[in-house]
Every structure is written in structure tokens, then in C-alpha cells.
């Protein structure tokens, strides 16, 4: 059937951190909409208003795309997320204009930019645990400057990678100096870079350097208390995937759901187990991302699992593992990982297996290695 179109001019002023943009936004409707049509547009641009002032720090130019793509979306009728993963309602063509980066589970926000020639070089894994605030018992006493300073066998998590590594063809350095990432040039040398980090971790050169890394097709794997880091990097919210550490209940038992067997980071595991954490409540669900595990919070001796903070839980969707393409790269995430059990070798500590057969499926599949995020 041919369809007519009329064109409607929608006026419109979205303030974030003290700057104004009025703009007009061309608005193409079929003939048998109403001419009410600015009311979903203008309805979706005050939420837009609300998340730009919660996260402060998105630029101006991710702002205009951001009030088209809204507009375009009031069109279709739906909210287009970035190659069909959950998410907001700003998604369009993979860009998501709270972060003004490509993001989601579409291949297409992927660069294959720095060529990191495994075939030739291998792969290598940087392991970052610099600690500005609470740091966790499985990360030893804090590490002298340089790379691959000297270790105790109470640096669980280091140590846990490194034969983490060697079991599965992958070499290790390790680092709590932020001079390492002063250069993106040095973590291009890294297939990929994991952190287990509290607060703020990072300077501005080294911010620079992570982001750069990241658009040439860099993979961060980030692991527990990297939800509890940066704060006040909105960049960074992004890269976990719009989700970060609020509060937790105590340490228990829980049961760990897959939701998907057909990631390579899945494919190895049991539909369900028990494990043993603090299981973070956090922020808020992320989005735009494809949710591979979630704790069942029926199963915890304490339900719900009531933060330090107050937090009731996440009921029935708690994830806890996920992932994304972002910014360029990739990004495979995981709250788990609190006890130094976990990443013990022959550990019988509850899910510890499992939990190292995920991290390293999740390595394994960011690096290139194996398929990504499917």
C-alpha cells in the first residue's frame, strides 16, 4: 500500500552539565498517525534528559545523535538495541548515546584495527589489581612498582592466573602501577587486560590509553571488584556494561544458572551449580549486553540477599556474568570471583571449577581465540 508522508517540526531542549542544544527535528509520519506524533519523541527525550544528568560527561556530539536516533526510533515504533541484546531505549545502529560509543552484542561495533598477530606473537594477558580503596583478601598484600613485581602465595588472583595461563596458552604479566598504562603503544602488547581493582584506579594518561586500546580492538575482562572502580568515569560505566557494584549481602551459597550453552565461554560448563560469594546487587541490570550466568536468589540462605546499603537483591534476573562489544573491543565481564578459593588449583571451594572454566572461556573468547559473545 503506498504510504503518505507529512512532515512535522518538533522543537526540543535537552540540557546536560549547564549546556543547552535547541534543535529542530525533522519528524516524517505515515499519514494514518496522529498528528500527536511529538508526544512519544518528545517523551523519550526527557528520559534522555534524566540519564544525561545522572551520568555526566557525555559530549556534545554523542548528544545530537543522540536526540536523531530518539527521533527515528519514535518512527519504527520500538526500541532498536544494539544487534538484539536488552537494553535501553536509545539503542540505534549500535550507538548508544548515554556513552556516545558503539555498544552492544553486534559484531559491527567490533575494530579490527591493531593487528595483534597471535598466529605469530601468541597471546598475552596484562592482570591489573590496584586497590585506591577496600581491597580483597584474594589479592595479597598490595605489589611493588613495575611489571611482574615479586609475589606471596597470598596474591591468590595473580598467582591463579598465571597458572591460569599456562594451562591454556596464554602468558601472564601483572601490575598494580598505573605508569604501565601510560601508553596505549605498551597495552597493544596485551591481547587482552583484566582488572581487579577498587576505586579509582586509573589517571588521565592511563584513562587515554585504556580507551585508545579498546578502539583499536582491545578485550577487558573485568573480574568482581572491577565493578567497585572508577566511579566517576562514565566511559567506564559503559564498558561494564551500565551496571557497578552498589552493595552485597553476606558471603553464601547460591545456585549459578547459565542462560546461554552456545557461548564459547558457556559451552563447557553445567547448566547450574552451587557457588559460594558475596554476589554484588548492583546499580542497576546491565544493558545492551547478552547475560550469560545468574544467581538464583531463592537459593541463598539469605533471600533476599539485603546489602551493607540496604539493596533488597536484584530478584529474579541477577546476572552475573556478561558481555559486549564496546567502544571498539571487547569486554567480557563477571562479578564472581571474591574468595581466594576460587582460584585455587584442585580447589574444592563451592563453584571455584566452574568459575575458572567461565574466566577462562571469557578470556579465551574476547581475546579472538574463540567465537565472541554469541
Not at 37 to 45: H, I, K, M, S
Not at 244 to 254: C, E, K, S, W
Request: with cysteine.
Amino acid at each position: 500500500m503506498r504510504q503518505d508522508f507529512r512532515t512535522q517540526i518538533c522543537w526540543t531542549t535537552v540540557t546536560a552539565d549547564a549546556q543547552s542544544i535547541r534543535m529542530g527535528l525533522m519528524v516524517h509520519q505515515m499519514d494514518q498517525l496522529s498528528w500527536e506524533g511529538c508526544t512519544p519523541v518528545n517523551a523519550n527525550l526527557s528520559r534522555l534528559r534524566s540519564r544525561l544528568r545522572a551520568r555526566r560527561g557525555t559530549g556534545l556530539l554523542a548528544l545530537i545523535v543522540a536526540m536523531v536516533t530518539v527521533a527515528s526510533m519514535a518512527l519504527s515504533g520500538g526500541a532498536a538495541t544494539a544487534g538484539g541484546g536488552t537494553g535501553t531505549a536509545f539503542y540505534a545502529h549500535g550507538v548508544d548515546p548515554q556513552f556516545g560509543v558503539c555498544r552492544g552484542v553486534d559484531p559491527s561495533c567490533y575494530h579490527n584495527w591493531y593487528n595483534f598477530d597471535p598466529a605469530k606473537n601468541g597471546y598475552h594477558v596484562l592482570v591489573f589489581t590496584k586497590t585506591a580503596g577496600p581491597r580483597h583478601a584474594d589479592l595479597g598484600p598490595a605489589l611493588g612498582a613495575g611489571l611482574d613485581p615479586t609475589l606471596t602465595a597470598a596474591n591468590a588472583v595473580q598467582n591463579g592466573m598465571i597458572r591460569l595461563g599456562r594451562q591454556n596458552g596464554f602468558s601472564v604479566d601483572w601490575t598494580e602501577d598505573t605508569s604501565v598504562f601510560a601508553s596505549p603503544a605498551t597495552l597493544f602488547k596485551y591481547n587482552a587486560i583484566l582488572f581487579f581493582t577498587s576505586r579509582t584506579a586509573l589517571d588521565d594518561a592511563a584513562q587515554s590509553s585504556l580507551r585508545i586500546y579498546m578502539e583499536g580492538g582491545g578485550a577487558f575482562i573485568g573480574v568482581h571488584n572491577a565493578f567497585g572502580t572508577e566511579y566517576n568515569w562514565n566511559w567506564y560505566l559503559g564498558l561494564l556494561g551500565n551496571a557497578q557494584l552498589y552493595d552485597h549481602g553476606p558471603v553464601q551459597t547460591a545456585t549459578v544458572d547459565l542462560t546461554t550453552r552456545h557461548d564459547s565461554s558457556t559451552s563447557s560448563l553445567p547448566s547450574s551449580w552451587t557457588g559460594e560469594d558475596e554476589w554484588y546487587n548492583l546499580t542497576t541490570e546491565p544493558t545492551g549486553v547478552r547475560v550469560l550466568a545468574t544467581v538464583n536468589e531463592k537459593s541463598m540462605p539469605t533471600d533476599p540477599p539485603t546489602g551493607y546499603y540496604g539493596s533488597p537483591g536484584m530478584g529474579g534476573d541477577h546476572p552475573v556474568a556478561w558481555c559486549q562489544y564496546y567502544d571498539g573491543g571487547r569486554a567480557w565481564l563477571t562479578t564472581m570471583g571474591h574468595d581466594a578459593g576460587d582460584w585455587a588449583a584442585d580447589s574444592t571451594y563451592p563453584g571455584a571449577q566452574q568459575f575458572q572454566k567461565l574466566l577462562v572461556g571469557g578470556i579465551k573468547s574476547a581475546m579472538g581465540e574463540t567465537s565472541f559473545c554469541k
